[in-house]
T-cell receptor, first 112, second 116 residues
């Protein structure tokens, strides 16, 4: 079955870069996503990457995918206090029309 | 961008009552919607896939008679928690994929259910 793992907690100083890691087991994953969840709120899609890509950059966000090791990472440059939230990676096999399997979530704490 | 709304955002009910949660896609049509459940400090777990005009598909271990799903129109799916008990207290989130090729799934803001 599908299994998506993340480290539980990450603390960084404002202005530093944050790197959130995710590992997955389903080699048939086609799309991999990063979502942000602020306290008591729904999920906001940050970015996604197709499995045939190694990297995707979108402003302060950089996604790296190592398909061989089934490892996905999200780098946030110049981390701000507003970036404090829980970050979920998710994977699906056939894209957004199919169900998402979410990781365990990483709580990012940004300190001054 | 596309928006998905949920109503209510908060509900407190007595044990044994039924609670209906609505999920609406506000500016796009959604033939499919997904219902997730999230326990405190945990990840989202898919409960079921709601299909417009047909029966919902439930994930293993989810009681379909307990969690009734009705996808009555292309913009509305409802989840009814029947005979709710304290262990049903959770954060329920719906989502709907946008079908215009943007590979985006929009999530509702969630409904927090507390069963006393």
């Amino acid at each position: 079955g599908e299994d998506v793992e993340q480290s539980l907690f990450l603390s960084v100083r404002e202005g530093d870069s944050s790197v959130i890691n995710c590992t997955y087991t389903d080699s048939s994953s086609t799309y991999l996503y990063w979502y942000k969840q602020e306290p008591g709120a729904g999920l906001q899609l940050l970015t996604y990457i197709f499995s045939n890509m190694d990297m995707k950059q979108d402003q302060r966000l950089t996604v790296l995918l190592n398909k061989k090791d089934k490892h996905l990472s999200l780098r946030i440059a110049d981390t701000q206090t507003g970036d404090s939230a829980i970050y979920f990676c998710a994977e699906s096999i056939t894209g957004t029309a199919s169900k998402l399997t979410f990781g365990t979530g990483t709580r990012l704490q940004v300190t001054l | 961008g596309a928006v998905v709304s949920q109503h209510p955002s908060w509900v407190i009910c007595k044990s044994g009552t039924s609670v209906k949660i609505e999920c609406r896609s506000l500016d796009f049509q959604a033939t499919t919607m997904f219902w997730y459940r999230q326990f405190p400090k945990q990840s989202l777990m898919l409960m079921a896939t709601s299909n417009e005009g047909s029966k919902a598909t439930y994930e293993q271990g989810v009681e379909k008679d307990k969690f009734l799903i009705n996808h009555a129109s292309l913009t509305l799916s409802t989840l009814t928690v029947t005979s709710a008990h304290p262990e049903d207290s959770s954060f329920y989130i719906c989502s709907a994929p946008e079908t215009t090729g943007r590979e985006t799934q929009y999530f509702g803001p969630g409904t927090r259910l507390l069963v006393l």
